[in-house]
Structure formats: C-alpha cells, structure tokens
C-alpha cells in the first residue's frame, strides 16, 4: 500500500522568513514524490518532482524539496517566503513498482503574512 | 496554450438528475483521471483512463461512471446523483501514469441538493 502524510494542517510564516511544508510517505518499493500547489479556485499546478538522482530537486517559483529515503520525507523549502506563496500545497506519491495511482495527501494551507 | 478544460464550472442540481462532467485536453496525453476534492481528504481519484477506451476504478469509484471514446475527452457521468457527492471535482490528464506530472483543470463545484 502507499500512503503520504501531512502532518500541519495549516502553516503560518512571515514574509522574507524561510519556508518549510512538511511530507512524510509510505511505499513498498522506491517512491515518485510530487508537489502541487492550489490556488483559490483553481486546479491544481505542478511544483516539482522526485524521481531519482540527487535529493535536493529545485522547482518553480523558488520552491525546492529535499527527499530523504532513510526519514521518508518529502519535505517543501523555499529560503525567503512571499505573500503570493500564501496558498494550498499538496504531497503526492506513487510507488514505481505498482500499478497503482498517485496518493495525494491531505494539504497544507500556507500563510505568508506581510 | 496547454489546458485542462471542464464545464461545467459550477452546477446545483437535485438528487436523482442525471449529469454529466466534461473534461477536454488539447496536449494529446494518454493518460485522464477525475479526482473529487473534500475538505481534510486532500485529492482522492474517482476513476482512470490509461488510453482510449482503457478505464478502471480508483479509490471511490462508487455512484460515477466514466467513458473514453476519444483520447482528449474523458467525461465524468453522475447517473443519479446524490447529496454525498457535493464536492469539488478535477480532471488531470499527463503524458504517461508512470513519473510524468499530471496538468489538472480549474475544477468544477458540484452541489447536489
């Protein structure tokens, strides 16, 4: 079975101040990781993934990630936070070894107070 | 431009009034899925099309019915809708299901009273 946990409900953080979204995961063999980001009404847009190769994965809009197999974590950085960051951020997993379809968690509303 | 379309956006509708979901792509993708979206449950995926006229069950299929007669289209059927399936509902589509990062529409906001 997969499964892809995000502990924080919500995370508040000041403008300019670093920025982290919490991810944690569960696959039986090795894991392709996701991040998505939701803005108000609208779908959901891709951020970056993990596949394989080196652990720190840079995205868009400044966001980075660092995988890390032994924690199983996925967890969602970026160094300075703007306001526009302020929006609804999903972890995704799927495990390559299975049929299976990708497992969303359930989300992190992030606050980027100015 | 690359897009996910659906219509309706929004839709109230009763119980028991058939409805359909329509969901477009114009990237050519092999690959469509429908996700229904409630508060605390993050994205759970209703049903999937690997291909044409390829489509199985994912984790809450039950009350939705899914086709794939062309490769860009990928409605979503509600037959006889019911009150628990008010909900936000998204269309994704990607090139492949393996490691390729799904494109997902604006979403559609049903309510069914």
């Known amino acids: 079975a997969q499964s892809v946990a995000q502990p924080e409900d919500q995370v508040n953080v000041a403008e300019g101040n670093p920025l982290t979204v919490k991810c944690t995961y569960s696959v039986s063999g090795n894991p392709y990781l996701f991040w998505y980001v939701q803005y108000p009404n609208r779908g959901l847009q891709f951020l970056l993934k993990y596949i394989t190769g080196d652990n720190l994965v840079k995205g868009s809009y400044g966001f980075e990630a660092e995988f890390n197999k032994s924690q199983t974590s996925f967890h969602l950085k970026k160094p300075s936070a703007l306001v526009s960051d302020s929006a609804l951020y999903f972890c995704a997993v799927r495990d390559s070894g299975s049929a299976r379809q990708l497992t969303f968690g359930s989300g992190t509303q992030l606050t980027v107070l100015p | 431009e690359a897009q996910v379309t659906q219509n309706p956006r929004y839709l109230i509708t009763v119980t028991g009034k058939k409805l359909t979901v329509t969901c477009s792509q114009n990237?050519?993708?092999?690959?469509m899925s429908w996700y229904r979206q409630d508060p605390g449950l993050g994205l759970r995926q209703i049903y999937y099309s690997m291909n044409v006229e390829v489509t199985d069950k994912g984790d809450v299929p039950e009350g939705y019915k899914v086709s794939r007669k062309e490769k860009r289209n990928f409605p979503l059927i509600l037959e006889s809708p019911s009150p628990n399936q008010t909900s936000l509902y998204f269309c994704?589509?990607?090139?492949?299901?393996?490691?390729?990062?799904?494109?997902f529409g604006d979403g559609t906001r049903l309510s069914i009273l």
């Open positions: 990237m050519n993708h092999e690959y």
């Open positions: 994704a589509s990607s090139m492949t299901v393996s490691n390729q990062p799904q494109h």
